[in-house]
C-alpha cells in the first residue's frame, strides 16, 4: 500500500516536534538531533521534518511504497509524466536505506518515489536535483544535506 509524504523544513525543530505531535494525536516515531518523522495511518502519510539551518531547499513531497511491485509501478508513472527523471537507486537518506528516482512538477517541485529497507544511522547523501528542473538555481539539493 502507498503512503504520502511530505517532507518540510523547519527552524525550530523541538515546537515543531510539540507542533506535529499534537496535530498528529502522536509522538514522532524517529526522532534524531535535525530530523523528526511521523508515519501517520489516517490519513496514510509519512511526514518528516528537518532542521532548516542544516540542509538547503524548503522540503519535496512523495509517494513511499511498501513493495519493489509497488516501486516498477509507480516508475512507470514517472516515465509518462513527460519530465526528465533522475534515478538514483539505491541510496541513504532522511536516516533510511532506500531505493528512489525524483521528478520535479512543472514549477519545479521535487518528488521522489521510494522503497525504504531499513533504518540507518546517518542521514544521508544528496541527490543532485538541480538536474530536474528546468530553472535549477531554484531546486539545489533537496533531501539531505
Known sequence: M???????????????????????????????????????????????????????????FGIQVETAAELS??????????????????????YADQEKSWISDPDGKPWEAFLTFNDSTVYGASAPLNELSDEKEKCGQICCP
Open 2 to 60: 502507498k503512503r504520502l509524504h511530505i517532507h518540510t523544513k523547519v527552524n525550530d525543530l523541538k515546537q515543531a516536534i510539540d507542533f506535529y505531535s499534537a496535530l498528529f494525536a502522536m509522538e514522532p516515531t524517529v526522532i534524531k538531533d535535525d530530523y523528526a518523522k511521523w508515519m501517520v495511518d489516517d490519513p496514510r502519510v509519512n511526514f518528516a521534518i528537518s532542521d532548516a539551518s542544516k540542509s538547503s531547499g524548503d522540503g519535496h
Open 73 to 94: 509501478e509507480v516508475y512507470a508513472r514517472l516515465a509518462k509524466a513527460g519530465r526528465p527523471v533522475l534515478e538514483e537507486g539505491r541510496t541513504t537518506c532522511c
